[in-house]
T-cell receptor, first 114, second 109 residues
Framework: DAGVTQSPTHLIKTRGQHVTLRCSPI?????VSWYQQVLGQGPQFIFQ???????GRGNFPDRFSARQFPNYSSELNVNALLLGDSALYLC?????????????FGAGTRLSVL | GDSVTQMEGPVTLSEEAFLTINCTYT??????LFWYVQYPGEGLQLLLK?????DKGSNKGFEATYRKETTSFHLEKGSVQVSDSAVYFC????????FGAGTTVTVRA
């Protein structure tokens, strides 16, 4: 079975541009979470979606938005990119949006903002 | 809010040495605790987990015990291999994961 897949794997943008990152969860998983991992740090929670509804949001500005589609895939959008948005963006899926559910991670999208 | 404090690295060991990485947490409830591992250029892989106090998680020779009295979840391995070189993250779960800063481990042959 395929694991969590993310696209693209690498992306280079310039300040002020917009970016869309995509994630396909493990088959049968209905919850998708997004994390930002800045170089040398642990991942930081951005969003969680379950059954197409936002279930949680981390401490990120409104420039960050996301959505989940009927097939449970998800997109993360970032507007007005800043240099500080350069990071590895990780997507994780789990069967339910509950505590103690194991989250399985994709390989990530590495975003570089110049 | 919930948080995790993890031993800073980097840690450099020789093959077959004993590894321990300290992790303590702060939480209002009774979270599950995890150790994730990240190999160079890859995403996170679940290494082991514990869902309640006194649970011991284990996998691939790694172990960690959920200690409520000391709010700790230290990772240990008795004999490391070169292939264990990676970044290790302690995390707690209350529907979202809160991670420590990560500990880089390098094992030399």
């Amino acid at each position: 079975d395929a694991g969590v897949t993310q696209s693209p794997t690498h992306l280079i943008k310039t300040r002020g541009q917009h970016v869309t990152l995509r994630c396909s969860p493990i088959s049968g998983h209905k919850s998708v979470s997004w994390y930002q991992q800045v170089l040398g740090q642990g991942p930081q929670f951005i969003f969680q979606y379950y059954e197409k509804e936002e279930r949680g949001r981390g401490n990120f500005p409104d420039r960050f938005s996301a959505r989940q589609f009927p097939n449970y895939s998800s997109e993360l959008n970032v507007n007005a990119l800043l240099l500080g948005d350069s990071a590895l963006y990780l997507c994780a899926s789990s069967s339910r949006a509950l505590a103690k559910n194991i989250q399985y991670f994709g390989a990530g999208t590495r975003l570089s903002v110049l | 809010g919930d948080s995790v404090t993890q031993m800073e690295g980097p840690v450099t060991l020789s093959e077959e040495a004993f590894l321990t990485i300290n992790c303590t947490y702060t939480a209002t409830g009774y979270p599950s605790l995890f150790w994730y591992v990240q190999y160079p250029g890859e995403g996170l892989q679940l290494l082991l987990k514990a869902t309640k106090a006194d649970d011991k998680g284990s996998n691939k020779g790694f172990e960690a015990t959920y200690r409520k009295e000391t709010t700790s979840f230290h990772l240990e391995k008795g004999s490391v291999q070169v292939s264990d070189s990676a970044v290790y993250f302690c995390a707690l779960d209350d529907y979202k994961l809160s991670f420590g800063a990560g500990t880089t481990v390098t094992v030399r042959a």
